[in-house]
């Protein structure tokens, strides 16, 4: 897969945080990852949050852009954030990978993860 962009400072990651209302926030858009309010070192550095990520690049490869995007809005609309099949899918593929983005260290703790907006909107 070829490696995605990372974009510091995005505004439409930092539109998502502010609907999530969520201290940082990463967001894919096509082969790009948007981040509001955490550095490009300090996504790196959770393996768990890579990976999560790294399966919603796999998502907009497999729908296309419009695809996926149609079908986020509508499951959010009808599901709730949480339970977009999207994001349930990326929840179970950051258990899964994250020893692939571990970078040789020990996967961080519970603690030490970034946690997963819960909000229902
Ligand atoms: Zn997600």
Do not use: C
């Amino acid at each position: 897969m070829q490696q995605p962009r990372i974009v510091e400072n995005s505004p439409f990651a930092r539109l998502a945080r502010l609907k999530l209302r969520a201290p940082n926030v990463a967001m894919v858009l096509g082969n790009s990852i948007h981040l509001s309010g955490v550095t490009r070192e300090q996504f790196l550095q959770d393996p768990f949050w890579v990976a999560h990520e790294m399966e919603h690049i796999r998502q907009f490869q497999q729908y296309g852009r419009l695809g996926f995007l149609a079908r986020y809005l509508r499951d959010w609309m009808r599901h709730g954030y949480f339970n977009i099949p999207f994001e349930v899918a990326a929840r179970e593929a950051a258990e899964r990978d994250a020893h692939l983005y571990a970078q040789g260290k020990p996967l961080p703790s519970i603690a030490e993860r970034h946690p997963t907006p819960k909000v229902k909107l």
